[in-house]
């Protein structure tokens, strides 16, 4: 790799709050399941108050799917540097510290606005499936002047997260980055982040990426309604047509993927699951990490299956630090 990182990355900058809740807490909060949905500030704090019993064992950890994908690399051993925007507050120095500690990059002071950093409440019920409501505070207000420019020419791959699309001002910045990248030669991958975020946003998704991705990243559901297909097989040979390449997961059915010439697929892990929160961004930091480091899509699909797989066996979106270098025997030849 020539170039200086690996993965520059655009986000969301939230702070997740994660809790353990039950389905019962969710149906009488009038909460969604299993997607994530967007509120506000107050909607947010009643939330937190009708669980208030909840929060004495809650976790706080610098998150966002693209900061997760971006952590995720620089924990392997890749070069990464990740633009967000937080608000001038202790969540967003809390933000900034736990983005260096992980050996990310950032655009530091000149990615703080005046307000409330975003903040994500993650509900995990006990089939382990993670339900957020995520409040975006100053993350709808990233734009190019969150940006590095120099950075992002020298990166690998520009790497988006769907999330963006509902915001205006960060569909705008994600197309000057996206321009500016082309214009550099540097390849777009893209997280479609959501079923929700496909279905709700599909057009301004497609303007938002432009005419052609080099990597695409999701799951199942949202290859289906990314597609508007009924049957996967018959979605995924629509992706090969539309994309350079892809890695769609399928739960307890593995991984699909699509190196621009074939597709293969990678069997799922024999695990039990406790919290699939950020299992879909550990496997596309593992991807990531793996494929710029040399390695086969298959091989890549099965370092990222081993690495998703750890992180679902524990609450929480990553794994701890000395996590990281053991499972990189997965991609021992």
Not at 134 to 154: E, K, P, R
Request: net charge negative; with cysteine.
């Amino acid at each position: 790799m020539n170039k200086k990182y690996q993965l520059y990355a655009l986000g969301n900058a939230l702070v997740d709050t994660e809790i353990e809740v039950d389905d019962s807490d969710l149906t009488r909060h009038g909460v969604a399941k299993g997607v994530m949905t967007l509120v506000d500030a107050q909607r947010q704090a009643q939330l937190s108050a009708g669980l208030r019993d909840h929060l004495t064992l809650s976790r706080r950890a610098c998150g966002g799917s693209a900061a997760n994908t971006a952590i995720a690399v620089a924990q392997f051993g890749g070069r990464v540097f990740f633009s967000c925007n937080v608000g001038d507050d202790d969540n967003g120095q809390f933000y900034l510290d736990d983005l260096a500690a992980s050996h990310v990059d950032h655009c530091g002071e000149s990615g703080r606005d005046r307000g409330a950093t975003g903040r994500c409440l993650v509900m995990i019920t006990p089939d382990a499936e993670r339900t957020m409501n995520s409040y975006l505070g100053v993350s709808d207000q990233l734009d190019d002047s969150n940006i590095d420019f120099a950075a992002l020419a020298d990166s690998e791959y520009l790497y988006i997260e769907g999330y963006l699309v509902t915001s205006p001002a960060s569909r705008a910045a994600v197309a000057t980055a996206r321009q500016f990248a082309r214009s550099r030669g540097v390849k777009i991958a893209l997280s479609l982040s959501d079923p929700g975020i496909v279905a709700g946003f599909g057009d301004e998704l497609r303007e938002m990426v432009g005419d052609h991705i080099d990597l695409l990243f999701c799951n199942a559901a949202e290859a289906l309604n990314w597609t508007a297909q009924s049957s996967l097989d018959a979605a995924l040979a629509q992706l090969e047509g539309e994309v350079g390449s892809f890695a769609v997961t399928d739960g307890s059915a593995g991984a699909y993927l699509f190196d621009g010439y074939s597709r293969h697929h990678c069997a799922a892990q024999a695990v039990t699951a406790i919290d699939t929160n950020g299992a879909g961004d550990m496997f596309a930091g593992a991807y990531l990490y793996a494929i710029g480091a040399g390695h086969s899509a298959p091989q890549a699909g099965h370092f990222a299956n081993v690495a998703a797989s750890c992180v679902v066996s524990q609450y929480g979106p990553r794994l701890h630090s000395a996590e990281y270098a053991p499972l990189l025997e997965a991609l021992a030849p």
